[in-house]
């Protein structure tokens, strides 16, 4: 098959389309909204490539192929920060960074001292929490990036060949149990705060992590609301991701907001990705919140299916 059309210039698109060409196929890639920016999910991603942590509420299948995310985005031109995560809470909330460590692994407690040692800018303030040494993140945007500078998108045209159908929420109209989950973000600049690796403060209500982008940069994220809608950032938001990083270091309070974006995840009803083959499509959908996770695993197993004709895991006749 050397005739393929990619429907869909975002992360899932991108990398489909990147493997296809690692194994000699220049696929056409189709999206009216051109190269990725604000309009796309992708756009709004932390970048965090944690699957140890994901797996307090994901699938094991979702830690397994995740694991060599990191070195395949390297691979593929994308600046990977290989410095952990950082995972605590506050001392009311001892009983929800407990329950983390029940239901993950890959993990040493920390103490105080140790917190200190690894950033130093929390100090000692917060007397436990969990290193997962061997996670990452990258910058969502500069991964993008490097992916499409090696790919022609049109924003227009008649698809031809084998279409790969990654359109992400916007399938819905062939994908009837695809749902939006909303999230949203924040970037701060806060020179004041020095922080090297993803910190995940721990919280009943409202979890929250920060992602350092480099120069003071900071990107906050939260929430997961059940919904497709794609409206603006709302005050409870803004005002929850702030107060939570003010928890953790009062500097933040003098931050500067740089950005405020919110955008809907697509998802199946088990939170796992898809590949759905009908006649001459193949629909690839579903990240969640895993789409930098778990689309180098995803973008494989459909060029697997497209070169060789095997059958992918995620293949959706085999889960009803």
Same mark, same amino acid.
Not at 27 to 50: E, K, Y
Not at 310 to 319: G, I, L, N, S, Y
């Given at each position: 098959? $050397?005739?393929?059309?990619?429907?869909? @210039?975002?992360?899932?698109?991108?990398?489909?389309?990147?493997?296809?060409r690692?194994?000699?196929?220049?696929?056409?890639?189709?999206?009216?909204n051109?190269?990725?920016?604000?309009?796309?999910?992708? =756009? =709004?991603?932390?970048?965090?490539?944690? !699957?140890?942590?994901?797996?307090?509420?994901?699938?094991?299948a979702?830690?397994?192929?995740?694991?060599?995310?990191?070195? =395949?985005w390297?691979?593929?031109?994308?600046?990977?920060?290989?410095? #952990?995560?950082?995972? *605590?809470?506050?001392?009311?909330d001892? @009983?929800?960074?407990?329950?983390?460590?029940?239901?993950?692994?890959?993990?040493?407690? &920390?103490?105080?001292?140790?917190? @200190? /040692?690894?950033?130093?800018? +929390?100090?000692?303030?917060? $007397?436990?929490?969990?290193?997962?040494?061997?996670?990452?993140?990258?910058?969502?945007?500069?991964?993008?990036?490097?992916?499409?500078?090696?790919l022609?998108?049109?924003?227009?045209?008649?698809?031809? #060949?084998?279409?790969?159908?990654?359109? #992400?929420?916007?399938? %819905?109209?062939? +994908?009837?149990?695809?749902?939006?989950?909303?999230?949203?973000?924040?970037?701060?600049?806060? !020179?004041? &705060?020095?922080?090297?690796?993803?910190?995940?403060?721990?919280?009943?209500?409202?979890?929250?992590?920060?992602?350092?982008?480099?120069?003071?940069?900071?990107?906050?994220? /939260?929430?997961?609301?059940?919904?497709?809608?794609?409206?603006?950032?709302? @005050?409870?938001?803004? &005002?929850?991701?702030?107060?939570?990083?003010?928890?953790?270091?009062?500097?933040?309070?003098?931050?500067?907001i740089?950005?405020?974006?919110?955008?809907?995840?697509?998802?199946?009803?088990?939170?796992?990705?898809?590949?759905?083959?009908? #006649?001459?499509? *193949?629909?690839?959908?579903?990240?969640? %919140?895993?789409?930098?996770?778990?689309? !180098?695993? &995803?973008?494989?197993?459909?060029?697997?299916?497209?070169?060789?004709?095997?059958?992918?895991?995620?293949?959706?006749?085999?889960?009803?």
């Amino acid at each position: 098959m $050397s005739d393929v059309t990619i429907l869909g @210039a975002g992360v899932l698109g991108l990398a489909i389309a990147t493997e296809l060409r690692d194994r000699g196929i220049t696929p056409r890639i189709i999206d009216p909204n051109g190269a990725p920016g604000p309009h796309g999910c992708s =756009w =709004w991603a932390g970048g965090m490539l944690a !699957p140890h942590c994901e797996s307090e509420s994901a699938e094991p299948a979702v830690v397994r192929l995740g694991a060599d995310a990191a070195e =395949w985005w390297q691979a593929h031109g994308a600046q990977v920060t290989h410095r #952990g995560t950082l995972v *605590l809470a506050m001392s009311r909330d001892r @009983a929800e960074l407990d329950r983390f460590a029940r239901m993950t692994d890959a993990h040493r407690t &920390v103490s105080a001292d140790d917190i @200190a /040692a690894l950033e130093p800018e +929390l100090g000692t303030r917060i $007397s436990r929490g969990l290193f997962y040494e061997t996670e990452g993140h990258l910058n969502p945007r500069q991964a993008l990036a490097a992916l499409r500078d090696g790919l022609h998108i049109e924003t227009q045209g008649q698809p031809s #060949g084998l279409i790969v159908d990654a359109r #992400g929420l916007s399938a %819905r109209d062939a +994908l009837p149990d695809l749902r939006g989950v909303r999230g949203e973000m924040m970037v701060i600049r806060c !020179p004041e &705060v020095q922080l090297t690796r993803t910190i995940r403060l721990l919280h009943p209500r409202i979890p929250l992590y920060i992602v350092p982008r480099g120069d003071g940069i900071y990107m906050l994220g /939260a929430t997961m609301l059940e919904t497709g809608a794609k409206s603006r950032v709302t @005050a409870r938001a803004a &005002v929850e991701l702030l107060s939570a990083a003010y928890a953790l270091h009062s500097a933040f309070a003098e931050a500067e907001i740089l950005e405020l974006g919110a955008d809907a995840r697509p998802a199946f009803p088990d939170n796992l990705p898809r590949l759905r083959r009908r #006649g001459n499509t *193949l629909y690839a959908n579903g990240l969640y %919140r895993h789409g930098y996770l778990l689309a !180098p695993a &995803v973008a494989r197993m459909a060029a697997d299916h497209i070169t060789l004709g095997t059958r992918p895991e995620f293949m959706d006749e085999d889960h009803p």
